[in-house]
């Protein structure tokens, strides 16, 4: 990996938003793409995040801080891969259901799908079925993404996908649904598409549903 690839997977990992615009430039003026400044700098940082989150190494202050760090780099390359075309996967709708304020992993599912190519819409959190049928009217998402941190919101998760039948809009969409107490056993019983046990996954996962993986 070249030196200036380092720097920024580095800086990812230490959470170093402060460098991240300069390195980023750095990186785009030494001639390589925004695609691999993307893929081989701070993915690979991202990657090792989620490596050291999951085993406990690393904690949700420090993952923030990589992610703030992520999205002072994704201001400057956004714009750049999508004047290039690159990996146009397709578009992801996020939210946190209804009666749920918890958004911090929701937020890390956004900033890894952005990563894996898709367009990404954040509605936040505490959203009622009604507010995901109209955010997918007017985005037109390619997949739906449910986020959950209490026992007792995720049943809103199959509240809100019986919602989208009656609305007629099950079948234009793909819905995915994550968080704590969600397992691929609640997912299959409440007829999502799929369930996904992190951030890095979730994006995999909406590539699979979209045909990009
Ligand atoms: Co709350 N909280 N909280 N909380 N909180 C939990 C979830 C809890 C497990 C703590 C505990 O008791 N041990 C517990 C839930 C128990 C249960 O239901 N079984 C709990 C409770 C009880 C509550 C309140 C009821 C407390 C109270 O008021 N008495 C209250 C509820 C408020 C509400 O939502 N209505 C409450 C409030 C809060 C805060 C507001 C203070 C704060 C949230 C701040 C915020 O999000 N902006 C908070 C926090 C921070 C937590 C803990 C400590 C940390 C959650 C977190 O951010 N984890 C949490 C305990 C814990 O998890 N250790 C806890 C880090 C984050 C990166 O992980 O969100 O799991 P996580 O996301 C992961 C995966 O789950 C997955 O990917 C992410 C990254 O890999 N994922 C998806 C998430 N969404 C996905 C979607 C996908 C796919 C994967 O596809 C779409």
Do not use: W
């Amino acid at each position: 990996m070249s030196e200036i690839l380092s720097k920024i997977s580095e800086a990812i990992i230490e959470g170093n938003a402060e460098d991240m615009a300069e390195l980023t430039h750095d990186a785009l003026d030494d001639g390589l793409s925004a695609q691999d400044v993307l893929d081989k700098g701070l993915m690979t940082g991202m990657d090792h995040v989620g490596v050291e989150f999951k085993a406990g190494n690393m904690f949700v202050p420090e993952v923030l801080r990589s992610a703030r760090a992520m999205q002072t780099a994704m201001e400057i390359l956004r714009p750049i891969l999508v004047k290039a075309g690159a990996r146009p996967t397709g578009k992801v709708l996020l939210g946190t259901v209804k009666g749920d304020l918890h958004d911090i992993g929701k937020n890390l599912v956004g900033i890894m799908c952005e990563g894996a190519g898709f367009e990404v819409k954040d509605i936040g959190k505490d959203i009622a079925p009604e507010g995901f049928i109209a955010a997918i009217k007017e985005f037109n998402p390619d997949v739906v993404g449910l986020s959950a941190l209490l026992t007792t919101t995720m049943r809103v998760m199959g509240h809100t996908i019986k919602a989208l039948e009656e609305a007629g809009l099950r079948d234009k969409v793909k819905v995915i649904v994550g968080g704590a107490p969600v397992t691929q056993a609640f997912a299959d019983q409440i007829h999502a598409d799929g369930y996904a046990p992190n951030a890095a996954a979730a994006a995999e996962l909406a590539r699979k549903l979209v045909g990009a993986a």
